[in-house]
Each structure stands twice: as C-alpha cells, then as structure tokens.
C-alpha cells in the first residue's frame, strides 16, 4: 500500500480484510443511500398537484418538472462523475453526491415559481447522478457472480422502500407539519421537501466515516491494477456485447411505463378517482413499495436461482415478469373503481421491479473491472434519459393532447398509451439470454 492512498480516510480495503458481517453492513449502508436517493426523486409526484395548482402549470410544464430537468442533468452528469470513480475514490463521490442532493431537495422548500422549483431539482439531479455507478461497482467487488444480482436486487430495495418514504411520508408530512417562524413559514408541500431532504446529510457522514472501499476487481480474484479505459474503449465493448445491448434496450423500454407511472400515478389518481394526496398516500406507497419490494428482490433471487441451472435465465425471468404484469397493467387504466385499482397495481408493480436486480448485474458482469462504473453510469444515464426524462415529458405532452376530448381522464389515457413498451421490452430481455454466456467469457478475457 502506498503512502497517498494510505492517507486517503476508508482505503480500499483487500477483500481478506473485509468479513461477511462488514461486507452486509456495507450493502445495508449503500441502501440507506439508495432510500434518500429515491425518496427525495419520487417526493414531487405526491407533491406536483398541489405545486401545478399553486403555479398554475401545464400538463406539460408538469412533465418537464417531474422528470425532465432532474434526468436530463442526472444522466449527462453521470458518466463523467462515473468515469472520476472509475478512477478515484468512490466512497468520496457518493459522500459528495448525498450531501448535494439533499440539500439541494431542502431547498426546494422556498421556490415561488416554475423556473426557480427546475433549477432546484436540477441540483437534485447533480447531485443524485454520483452515486448509483459507485454503488453498483463497490457491491461488485464484495460480491461474486453467484451471489451478485440477489446483492443488487438487495440494494435496489432502496426504490421500494424509497418510494414508501417519499410518496407517504411526503404525503403525511405536507398535511401535518409546519415551520413559523419571525421571518419565514414552511408549511404544506415546502415543509415535506425540508424534512425528506436533510435527513440524507446524516446518512453522508456515515459513509463518509464507516464504509471502507473494496479492492477492485476482488470477488473475481483480479487485481485491477490497469488504469481505466477511455469513454470510446468501454462504450465500444458495450457495443460489442449482444447481451448488454439487448438489457439495455430492455430496461430503458420498461422504464419507459416504470418511471411515468411513479411520476404521474399521484396525479392520475387524484384527477380519475378524486382522492386527495393524503388519502391515496398511504395506499399508494404502501402498493408501491411493498409490490415493487417483493419483486425486486425476487427478480435478483430468480436470477441467481436459475441463471446457476441456465445462465440464459439471468435475463429471461425478466422478460417472464413482464409478460405476467402486462394485462394487470392495462386494467388498471380500464376500470373505475377505485379499490379494484389498487388492488390490481401490486401484481405489475412487482412484476416491474424484477428487472433491477438482473439489469444490474448484467451490466457489472458483462464488462471488464474496470470498466464497471463507467458502464453503470451508461446504463443509468440511457434509463433515465429517456426512462424518466422524455417518458415524463410525452405523458405530459400526450396528456396535454387528450386533454380537451377526455377531460380528468387525460392521464389515464396517456399512461395507458406507454404500456406498449413493456412488450416490447420482454423481446429484448429474452433475446438477451441467447448471448450472456459468451458475453460473460469476453468480460472475464478483459478483466484478466
């Protein structure tokens, strides 16, 4: 070890140094960073109806808010921050990256209008772009491929349980808090973004001061001395792999229906079955949360449980989700009754988070050690590009359109409308399965 990286607090630790008991409490750790990084994402769909009637937006408008401005610097951000992680400290980026995402959540709290509340969640997404590649490469070294895609769909519980964060406890504390002062009063929906937003400082010195980096490349017995590759070199392996491609494809797609309906299932409910945000909160993230909870993990367990009897199966249980999912998914939007509604939301909302766990490990698998963070950053930044960021603005677009024939039902219809793409997606996962295997001996030739 050498004396600069000796100095460096939470060196990278050898894999010998770092017992099981360490290696569960860093992956506990990292969802903790996941939660804050998903709840103060989610936060403004369960707030957006009472900001859109206070600033008197557009469907549109709306839709560039909930997703655009925050995915359109998340993921461009991402891929240089990823490629700094790649080569740097990684413990450092996600320290940092929480640190801004929650401040930045707080002061949300005291914008007046359209153009002040989209530079605030710009800084959100700065701040949130930091921290997913890091993660996902930390989790990779502390986890071999037998084990990796459970680990990650481990981690990714941070969404389910995020989202029972943001969505209710947003909900509950917009209704009941408030902050009076002499000079200032934080109430309704600016006392939810203060009191979900500060939280994630604390969780930041956590990290900062308990999580140790694992050597690279270390549950695979590489030692990952080679520098880093350039951005051409690591997105032109990519290329190169028919079944990361064929993920990537796959996940983006299923995005596509997974992100719109978190962003606008609070507006949808409230406009087509005239609940209020309280009342629908703790119903909807309870659905939310544990559906797509149970099936995040599954979708890692499956992975690993039947990719070591078929390593095509690693993708294919996604695409078999999916397809379950799909007429649960189109009822939805088809009937009127409200309590049949949220019944039916928790079979695709867990079908929707099988993809997690799988897409994850496939894109820290498919690719070199050291290649790893750079090719998560990818990944997230083509999810949520268009995932989240152009999803978020054609529902509000489509749903701008519809406005005038289908009234309160626009977004009903509009949602309906994206759930095309889950068929879609089910091809690409399925057809990903027929390349993992030689995928897999190509990464392992390059780690070497």
């Known amino acids: 070890m050498t004396a600069d990286t000796a100095a460096i607090p939470g060196v990278r630790a050898q894999q010998s140094e770092l017992s099981t008991n360490y290696k569960i409490y860093v992956l506990g750790l990292l969802v903790l960073v996941y939660v804050s990084n998903y709840a103060d994402r989610v936060l403004l769909g369960i707030l957006m109806p009472a900001i859109q009637a206070e600033f008197g937006l557009s469907y549109i408008e709306v839709g560039i808010l909930s997703g655009t401005v925050f995915a359109i610097f998340y993921a461009v951000l991402g891929i240089p921050i990823a490629m700094y992680a790649d080569r740097g400290n990684r413990k450092a980026v996600i320290v940092v990256a929480t640190a801004i995402w929650s401040l930045m959540t ?90 979900m937003g500060l939280p994630g400082l604390i969780i930041a010195l956590l990290v900062w001061f308990t999580l140790k980096e694992p050597r690279r490349g270390a549950s695979e017995g590489h030692s990952a001395s080679a520098d880093a590759p350039p951005l051409s070199t690591t997105i032109a392996f990519i290329r190169s792999q028919p079944a990361l491609v064929h993920t990537l494809a796959g996940a983006t797609l299923t995005t596509l229906v997974g992100y719109t309906g ?12 005239g609940l209020s945000p309280t009342d629908m909160s703790a119903f909807l993230a309870l659905v939310f949360g544990v559906g797509s909870g149970i099936g995040i993990f599954l979708g890692g367990y ?36 409200s309590t049949l509604v949220f019944l039916l939301i928790g079979i695709p ?6 993809y997690l766990g799988p897409s994850m490990a496939l894109v820290q698998s498919l690719v070199a050690v050291r290649m790893r963070t750079v090719a998560s950053g990818l990944f997230l930044f083509i999810v949520n590009i268009i995932g989240m960021g152009l999803g978020s603005l ?5 749903a701008e359109a519809l406005k005038a024939p289908y009234g309160d039902d626009a977004v009903r219809y509009a949602l309906l409308v994206f759930m095309v793409f889950n068929a879609w997606a089910a091809y690409h996962y399925w057809r990903a399965g027929a390349f993992v295997a030689d995928g897999l001996k190509r990464a392992a030739e390059a780690s070497a």
Not at 262 to 273: A, E
Not at 304 to 333: E, N, Q, S, T
Not at 349 to 354: E, H, L, R, W
Not at 394 to 398: D, K, Q, R
């Open 349 to 354: 909302a867990a079908t929707g988070g099988f």
């Open 302 to 337: 499956c992975a690993d449980l039947f990719g070591r009897r078929d390593i095509k199966m690693i993708p294919r249980v996604v695409a078999f989700a999916i397809l379950i999912g799909l007429p649960f998914g189109i009822a939805i939007y088809l009937v009127d009754d």
């Open 106 to 195: 707080a002061l949300c709290a005291v914008t007046n209008n359209f153009w002040q509340l989209a530079l605030t969640r710009i800084g959100v997404g700065v701040g949130e772009a930091g921290s997913g590649p890091p993660s996902h490469s930390i989790i990779a070294d502390l986890f071999s491929i037998k084990a990796r895609a459970t680990a990650l769909g481990i981690f990714s519980q941070g969404v389910s349980l995020g989202l029972v964060l943001g969505i209710y406890g947003g909900a509950q504390a917009a209704a009941h808090l408030s902050w009076h002062t002499e000079y200032f009063v934080l109430e309704g929906w600016r006392m939810a973004f203060v009191v």
């Open 394 to 398: 054609l529902v509000g677009t489509l």
């Open 262 to 273: 978190v962003i606008w299932w609070p507006t949808f409910i409230m406009k087509s079955h």
